[in-house]
Each structure stands twice: as C-alpha cells, then as structure tokens.
C-alpha cells in the first residue's frame, strides 16, 4: 500500500474558494489568495525576506467523522472561569470548524494544517454510513495538509486505508452519489511506523515536507505502537506496528540529512491533563507537570531534531512544554476530539539555520464555537456537503429504535462505570441468553466501544426522547459480531483483574457489565490487587474459578482487544447477529412512548476510592 495524493488540490481549492463566501467579493481577490504548490495559504507580493518567519501550525486531533456537532455532553468543552467555576460550553460540527480554520488563516501568509490521527473510524452514521467518505471530502475543504494515522484508520483494515488515500468507489457498496467517484484524501496520510510484515517498508508514507517561499518544515507521523491491541486482528493482518520514539527519531535523522532541520512530529498518542478544562496552565507549577501518560515519556525521548509535537488518541485537551533529551523546552499539544478545539502554535523559523527557534514557540488551543451567522458565512460548503449526505442518509438514519426518559450518558460520563455501559451490557447478555443464541449468563462491554451519549432531547424531528437508528449508530458505529464464549470463573477474576494492571495500570479500562454481575474496585490499592476477588459474585452468588460460565462480548473483546489477553482462552464460541442489532433490538423490546427506558443506576462496580 503506497500513498499517491491527489496532485489537482490547487484546481480543487480554487473550486472551494469560488464557491463559499468568506468575503471575496472580485475575481481579483480571488487570485490574490491563490495559494502556490504546497502552500495552504495566501502568497503575498515579493519582498526581501527577513531572517526569521512566522509560520501559523494549526491542528486537531480525533475527529472521529463528527461533521455535525456532537450531541450531550460529549459535545461540550470545559472551561475554567476567572472565578474558578468551570462552565460547559457547546462545540464542535465541521461547518464550525471550517469557519474557525479559515478565520485564523486571515493575514497569515506561511500557514499549515495537521492532524493527529482518527480523522475516520468510529464515526457517526452520517460520515461511517459512507465509510467516512463525507469526511475526507470535508477534510480536503478543509485544505487539510497532512494527518498521521490513528488506530482508527485501520477499522476497516490497510486496503480500505488505502482506498481512503488513493480514491476509488467502495468494492463492495460501489459508489454512494451517482456519476461521481470518490476522490480519496487530498492530503498524505503518514504511517511511519507501520510497516508490511514481507517487505519491512512503510505502508504509508512516513513524512512529508511543506515548503513555501523557501520555508521548509518536515512532518512525521506515527501511530501508537499498541494499535494492535485495540483495533480488530484481521483488518491489520501482516502489518507490524513499531516503536514511536525509534521511529520519530530514525525519520528526523533522515530528514535532517536531506537538509530539513525543522521537524514536527504527529503522534496518535497521548496524555492525561490534571484539569478536564482546556485553558488550565498545563506547566504549572513547572514545565509539563499538568500531563500524565504516554506521551510523556514519548516526548521525553523524542531527538532534539524535532521541535514540536502534534498528539492525540485520549481525546483531552493539553497545551503542554515538555524538555527534549537536551532540556530544551518543547511544544506538546492536543485538541481534545470532535473538533471541539483547534490548536494554534506560532514556529519561528530562522532562514540561516533552517531551523524553528524553540524560544518563539508559542501556542494556545481555542474552542470551536457554535455561531451558525458565522458559519453561514464562512463555510456553505461544509452546509452544502452535510445537506447532501444527511439526503442520502435520511431513510435509514431518522427510524426510531426506542425511547428514553432522559440522558444516559456514556462517552461524556467520567465514571468508571457508564449508565450507557450499563444499558448495552444489559442489551448483550438479553440478546445472546436464549439457549440458541448461546445461553450467556452476563456480559461484558469494553469501555472504548461507547462513542457517544444517548440525549433526551431531540436532534432533529424525531421528538424528545426518541432514540433513532442514526443515534443508535452513533453510540456503536462499529458494528462488531456477538461472541458468546465459555470462560472460567478464573479466567473471569483474570479479565478484571487486567483491566487495572499490565498494559491497562497507567489507565485502567473499566469493563462495563450487565445486571447481577457486581464487585468492588478498590482504587486505593494498585494493579490487580484492586479487584477484591471475594467480591465478585453473579446474582449474588460467589464466582467459582473452577467452574465454567457463558460470557457474551463483542468479537474485538473476544479477541483479547484493549489489553484483555485472557479472552483468547475462551472456548466453545458461537458467533451471533452485531452488537448493533442487539442493541436495536433490546430498545425496541424494552421501551415505548408511554414506558421510555430510564438511565440505569450504574451501581453495579462498588468503587472505593
């Protein structure tokens, strides 16, 4: 699998330009913001160039094909008031984020934009429907310049990655508008850690490097080396996924050899700030202190060659100095999910060394607002793509499933244990219990797996209440298989106890499971001496080790994904309808207008903290 870009982007961004209106008012102006090859933005007149530039990176991280606005709380940002209180604040939907992109462009001349991975993957049904077609052409009006892959760009496995790149109509579905055939992505997915198994080359391209008017900045992009781990085994058969330092560095040498010394690394992973706000002061009390996780020990042997780092994957907001190996400070960023956040990070590049001054870094994340005047304005194109999709969408998306009497929250609950978990869990183990659907005793859900709320209120004319396929699709876009699998209470005590130690102790994933499965999670303790074992009991009876039980879970946890190697022990698998359709299903069993499903307790986990 090889990139190959699309090399009409100019001809396609002229098209862009003629059709929004972000206040060119002649064919003049229009020309006058004509960008030249390789640049994404406005070129003005020759003059005598000073010895050092500002050049605008902007970035963002986790898309996840969330075009419209996020629903719940998985749509909001926090942000910390002069008074301390935090308050909540509405963000997110492409159109917003292509009027704030273009907006902070105005008067730049040397500007670029990146990504951090999980542009697609996970998606709404509007973008995932479409296998995420929608976004890579909102992506490409975005005049997105590069993005590394994330975890997710391998959903659907490397040739469907390939086919997101190089362009092409879906194999199977074929193309979804009559007379058009998908384009791919503008811009070069970078894999550089992510080679072919026989060959040991990259399947991606590992860097590029953007240039304009003698501004030379390298881009290199990895993705976390654990991406086996969470995406499913047979989409990424054959491929291997290396170290993110080795990597980074083996490319900055490369480039540094090819007479590029400003480097910026894209990495699909990330940390955890101590604040859920998104302007608290990450390098408070000293440089970095406000970060925990991978991404620091990453950015912490990362050469002094590069001199920032784009990250995402946990979805949090951060604007972060971490020292290189030298001690030099250094700019690490991430613009929470959604398209919640951009990041704005001003490099000061010297024309003489070539080099970024790490002095004159500057950078601040900003909330992508919702101001419908302003995204009339700056982004019809956005509104346009959104109308014609949501028109193909309409007759699967808009059928009610079910009814709720108010939020149950999943992506946007910080809980250990999830209200929404709890639900699916409970749609799982009803599904999969009759004895020839296979007779499962409990089920477990992986955390992950949740990518959104269920909101009361309506998202369109469905009325209040009313949960819709779209919506269903939402919270599940991945449409795995239902595994009911014989496993030993031993092997159960083991799963739980994995899900707070090994590769799961710096952040734990808290399976969510269905009613009469319950235990205490003691997190006073550490690693698996947090599960208390004598308290595990199903309907109140005590597990047994020795005996066998029939566990219902999706096939990526039956698989040992997100770090539950134990599951691949399992036995006697029967293989039922998609965890989407049991979900469906239970929603329109369980609920009705005059009877809505309310949120569970979520008091199945006995949390000592």
Same mark, same amino acid.
């Given at each position: 699998m090889s990139a190959n870009p699309r090399t009409n982007r100019k001809h396609r961004a002229t098209r862009r330009i003629l059709a929004s209106a972000a206040g060119l008012a002649t064919l003049g102006a229009l020309v006058?913001?004509? &960008?030249?090859?390789?640049?994404?933005?406005?070129?003005?007149?020759?003059?005598?160039?000073?010895?050092? %530039?500002?050049?605008?990176?902007?970035?963002?991280?986790?898309?996840?094909?969330?075009l419209?606005? &996020?629903?719940?709380?998985?749509?909001?940002?926090n942000e910390t008031q002069p008074d301390g209180t935090t308050k909540a604040i509405p963000a997110g939907?492409?159109?917003?984020?292509?009027?704030?992109? /273009?907006?902070? /462009?105005?008067?730049?001349?040397?500007?670029?934009?990146?990504?951090?991975?999980?542009m697609i993957g996970a998606s709404p049904l509007l973008s995932g429907l479409f296998h995420d077609e929608p976004t890579i052409e909102a992506l490409n009006k975005l005049d997105l310049d590069v993005s590394a892959v994330g975890n997710h760009e391998f959903d659907e496995g490397a040739t469907e990655l390939? /086919?997101?790149?190089?362009?092409?109509?879906?194999?199977?579905?074929?193309?979804? *508008?009559?007379?058009?055939?998908?384009?791919?992505?503008?811009?070069?997915?970078?894999?550089?850690?992510?080679?072919? *198994? #026989?060959? $040991? /080359?990259?399947?991606?391209?590992?860097?590029?490097?953007?240039?304009?008017? $003698?501004?030379?900045?390298?881009?290199?992009? %990895?993705t976390l080396e654990g991406t086996p781990e969470i995406v499913n085994a047979n989409g990424i058969k054959g491929l291997k996924f290396h170290d993110e330092i080795e990597t980074v560095n083996k490319y900055a040498r490369e480039l540094d050899r090819q007479g590029v010394k400003s480097i910026v690394a894209l990495i699909h992973e990330g940390g955890s700030p101590a604040s859920s706000s998104y302007n608290y002061d990450?390098?408070?009390?000293?440089? $970095?202190?406000?970060?925990?996780?991978?991404?620091?020990?990453?950015?912490?042997?990362?050469?002094?060659?590069?001199?920032?780092?784009?990250?995402?994957?946990?979805?949090?907001?951060?604007?972060?100095?971490?020292p290189d190996p030298a001690g030099k400070p250094r700019m690490v960023t991430s613009a929470s999910s959604y398209g919640k956040l951009y990041t704005d990070t001003t490099l000061t590049y010297d024309r003489r060394t070539k080099d970024i001054v790490r002095t004159g870094v500057k950078s601040a994340n900003h909330i992508v607002v919702r101001d419908q005047e302003q995204a009339k304005i700056w982004a019809k194109d956005m509104t346009s793509l959104i109308g014609r999709w949501n028109e193909l969408a309409a007759p699967i998306a808009n059928r009610p499933q079910g009814f709720i009497s108010a939020d149950i929250n999943g992506r946007g609950s910080t809980a250990p244990e999830r209200p929404l978990g709890d639900l699916i869990a409970d749609a799982q183990l009803e599904g999969m219990a009759p004895a020839d659907k296979g007779g499962a005793q409990l089920a477990l859900m992986n955390p992950g797996g949740i990518r959104s709320d269920l909101v009361f209120k309506a998202s369109g004319s469905e009325g209040d209440? %009313?949960?819709?396929y779209g919506e269903a699709f939402t919270v599940q876009p991945f449409t795995n298989m239902m595994n009911v699998v014989d496993l030993t209470g031993a092997q159960l005590i083991t799963a739980l106890q994995q899900q707070v130690s090994g590769g799961n102790e710096a952040s734990p994933k808290i399976l969510q499971v269905s009613k009469g499965f319950t235990y205490t999670l003691d997190m006073t303790k550490t690693g698996a001496a947090r599960i208390d074992v004598a308290s595990?009991?199903?309907?109140?009876?005590?597990?047994? &080790?020795? #005996?066998t039980y029939r566990v219902a879970m999706n096939e990526f946890l039956a698989g040992g994904g997100d770090g539950f190697p134990v599951f691949k022990e399992h036995k006697n698998k029967l293989v039922g309808a998609s965890d989407l359709d049991v979900f469906n299903a239970y929603l329109a069993k369980n609920s009705s207008a005059a009877s809505p499903i309310a949120p569970p307790a979520a008091d199945r986990i006995t949390i000592v903290k």
């Open positions: 006058a913001v004509m &960008p030249t090859a390789g640049a994404s933005q406005p070129e003005a007149a020759s003059s005598a160039h000073p010895r050092t %530039v500002d050049v605008q990176l902007l970035s963002f991280n986790d898309l996840h094909g969330n419209e606005p &996020p629903a719940g709380s998985a749509g909001t940002v939907g492409v159109e917003h984020l292509a009027t704030s992109l /273009r907006k902070a /462009r105005q008067g730049e001349r040397y500007s670029v934009t990146a990504a951090g991975g999980d390939a /086919r997101i790149q190089n362009g092409g109509c879906h194999p199977v579905e074929g193309c979804f *508008e009559k007379g058009k055939e998908f384009e791919g992505a503008d811009f070069p997915y970078l894999a550089a850690n992510v080679t072919n *198994e #026989k060959t $040991g /080359r990259p399947v991606l391209k590992p860097y590029t490097v953007w240039k304009k008017d $003698g501004v030379k900045i390298g881009f290199i992009g %990895v990450c390098d408070s009390p000293g440089a $970095g202190d406000g970060i925990s996780g991978p991404i620091v020990d990453i950015a912490k042997g990362i050469t002094p060659k590069v001199d920032a780092l784009v990250t995402g994957h946990t979805h949090q907001a951060y604007v972060c100095t971490v209440g %009313v949960v819709t595990v009991k199903l309907n109140g009876v005590a597990l047994d &080790p020795a #005996k």
